[in-house]
Structure formats: C-alpha cells, structure tokens
C-alpha cells in the first residue's frame, strides 16, 4: 500500500502558516490561577511547573508579581528553578508592574491593556494616545534591562481596527518580541481570527502571540486558524482551566496539531504525560478529568458500535484520527451491549485464549444482545458468559449449539 499524503497538513497556499512551527505559552499558573477553584501554594506550583517544563512546553506564564506578596515570592522561586522553559509573568502596562516583575528573575514579561470600547470607557476610562504613550515607556524600560516582552491588547475582537493596527505597528517598531491577541470575552469565530492573524501579519514583523476563551466552544479551533494565519505563540492552560469556562486546553491543542504533524507535536512534547499532568491539576483544583476530554476522557479511545469495532480490530485508523498508544493511552472496545457485533466478541474471545467457530461466535453473540436488550452487561458478566459458553460448547445440544446460558 502506497503511503498517503495527510489530508490535515498544510497546503502548499497557505504560505502563512505556522501549523507545523509554533511555540505555547502555558498559563495554568496565571489565567489558571483565574479558574473558580483555584488555589496554588508555592510547593504545587513548583510541581505543576515542573510537570509542564517536562513536557517540553517552550514557556510557562505566571501570575503578576503585582497581584499579591506571595504571587511575588512564588514567581521568584519558579524562575530559580532552572527550567527549560522560558518564565514570564503577565503584568499590566505600567511602569511600576514592570518594575516589580523585572525584579523577580523572569525571562519576559507579557504586558496587557484594554483598548476595546468597553474596556476604555468601563475599566480604565484611557483614551488610545494615553494608551500609546503608556505601552512606549513600558516597552522601552523593559527592552532596556533585556528581557523578552510581549505587548498585547485585551478584548482585541471588539477593539476598533484602526486603532489595533496602530497601536501594534508602534510597539513592532519599538522592537517587542510579540504582540498579543487576546479574545477576553470568547466571542471571536475562526473566520474572524484568521482575518484579523493575517491581517496583522501583514503589518508587524515580531511575533503574534493569541489568547482564546472558550465561552463559545471555539478557543481550539481559534488557536487553529490562528496558526494558520500566521501566529507564532498560543496560550493554554492545562484542562483549559481560567477565567469563567477557561481558554485553550493543552490537551486539546496538542490533540489537533497532532493530526496536522504527528512528527512534530511528537518531537517537542512528552504527550505521554498529558493524563497525569491533567491529574495532578484537577485533583489540586478539585475537579473530574470531563468524560469527553480530548485524549484522556474515559471514553475518548472506547469503540463502541459493532461496525466500529469490526473495522477499528482490522484497522485502527479506521475510526480513530489519534493512536492512543502515542498518548500512552490503551484503546477499548466496549462488548456488552445490544450494539455489539460478532467481530469484536471474536477479539474478546482470542483474548480470553477460548476456542469457538465464528459460527459459535455468532451464537454466543446473539445471546449477549438478548440479555444487553434488557441492561448492558459489563465486561465481567460478558466474559463468564464466553467461558460457559465455551465449557458447554463441548457438550453441544442436538443443533450443535450450547444451551442459553444463565447469567446475572
Ligand atoms: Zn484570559
């Protein structure tokens, strides 16, 4: 069989985009922190921190050291733990933030104003020169001691354009390493996000960071068609926690650039580590892993039908676009119930290391779809059956076929 072209990566016309050369920017120490639940101590942000630099992302966003005393201290201890990682802390555009935040050892800081409407006349109450003037100084002083930064707007999808592009045009010519497009509220579609990305492509020369919340359900498939425009950085938080109902999950990310690179996301991320990373933060922001979670849901790698299964036991690929294998992850085909089919029951019956026909097989099969008719039966209770089944199928009655067996 000849090999195939993957259907999912970039075409040769999209000459902008970044899908196969990105970098995340992890948050779950920062927009985490926003999550209705959370609380870190310094010891689990070392651990979650530690866990995340393991894993191979290129930065790890923290809390501004402006939020509190201890936030400050935690910020310092992390940026003395000598990760691979590249440490920033998220401050806003002021001169004495920066100062704070340059004083804690980071690698970069990740400065953030309002210019959408609402945010000008309802937070801040600025006007766009006081804006422009404000991110000049902030820039430059950070810029002077060294560090990366990364200018970025908040609410970027209901900001005036006009007033975006100028605003990004200054800074790129002040010489950031990034700005930042922020959808604060999660109202931006992919259509727009591409449009807006490739717009300010055509505008700046640094990198273009991108921030997505995910109210409407679309912060994946934004920080998609964001890298498809031409961003280089996406932000993510580990389950997706923040702010409300959070932003890019980590997970989730890593599952749609897989399918668009398997080699690259493979190279770059330890993406065996993604459930016990999402374990340790669920369990320190006292939640459940969701059922349907990208990649480590309890059913995310369950097949189910009995067509699935047949095809899914020939050939994963089939029905499934992520091997669970490179997510250390085991594939499952659920039998006990009336959905079933004769394939999968087979499967099970080699594993159990019994010996039926595919005749017996089909006989057997139809009995677990009688009694699934009227409750599913678990795995347990399908085994017993295969093993009477097969102990009978010894003694056949005079069809040649065991009795129906009993089961509970
Ligand atoms: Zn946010």
């Known amino acids: 069989m000849t090999e195939q072209r993957n259907p999912y990566a970039s075409a040769v016309s999209d000459y ?28 689990k942000k070392i651990e979650i921190a530690k866990a995340l630099d393991e894993f191979g992302v290129e930065y790890l966003e923290l809390t501004s050291p402006a939020a509190s005393e201890q936030s400050r201290d935690d910020c310092k201890a992390i940026c003395q733990l000598g990760l691979k990682a590249k440490i920033l802390t998220h401050v806003r555009c002021h001169m004495d933030d920066a100062r704070l ?27 766009m020169d ?9 820039v430059n002083y950070i810029k002077s001691t060294g560090l990366e930064v990364r200018f970025s707007s908040e609410d ?73 425009a031409g961003a280089t950085h996406i932000d993510t938080s580990v389950l997706g926690i923040g702010e409300r109902n959070g932003i890019t999950p980590l997970g989730g990310l890593c599952a749609r650039m897989y399918v668009v690179g398997r080699e690259y996301i493979m190279g770059k991320y330890k993406l065996e580590m993604l459930r016990d990373i999402e374990n340790l933060v669920a369990e320190a922001v006292d939640i459940q892993v969701p059922f349907n979670n990208y990649i480590t849901g309890y059913c995310a790698f369950t097949h189910k039908a009995g067509i699935h299964a ?33 394939n999968a029951v087979k499967n099970r019956v080699q594993q159990l290391g019994l010996e039926l026909s595919d005749e017996q097989v089909k006989h057997v099969t139809a009995q677990i779809k009688l009694l699934a008719d009227i409750r599913p039966q678990s795995l347990e209770n399908v085994d017993t059956l295969l093993r009477t089944f097969h102990e009978k199928a010894k003694h056949p009655n005079s069809d040649g076929f065991p009795q129906l067996v009993e089961t509970q």
């Open 310 to 342: 047949k095809a899914i036991l020939n050939n994963p690929s089939t029905y499934e676009i992520l091997k669970p294998e490179d997510f250390g992850m085991t594939r499952y085909v659920s039998i006990g119930h009336r959905l079933t089919g004769w």
């Open 101 to 127: 935040a340059v004083d804690t050892g980071v690698d970069g800081l990740d400065v953030v104003i309002g210019t959408s409407s609402f945010l000008r006349k309802f937070s801040h109450g600025k006007d």
């Open 16 to 43: 902008l985009s970044r899908v196969d050369n990105f970098a995340i920017i992890e948050s779950t120490l920062r927009e985490g922190e926003q999550f209705a639940n959370a609380f870190f101590d310094t010891a």
């Open 130 to 138: 006081y804006i422009t003037q404000q991110a000049t100084e902030v």
């Open 156 to 228: 970027s999808f209901r900001s005036d354009l006009v007033d975006l592009l100028n605003i990004y045009r200054t800074v790129d010519k002040l010489g950031v390493n990034r700005v930042g497009i922020a959808d604060t509220v999660g109202c931006a579609n992919p259509r727009q996000v591409y449009e807006l990305v490739r717009t300010l492509r055509g505008v700046v020369s640094c990198d273009i960071e991108c921030h997505f919340h995910n109210d409407t359900g679309c912060a994946i498939a934004n920080a998609y068609a964001a890298l498809e």
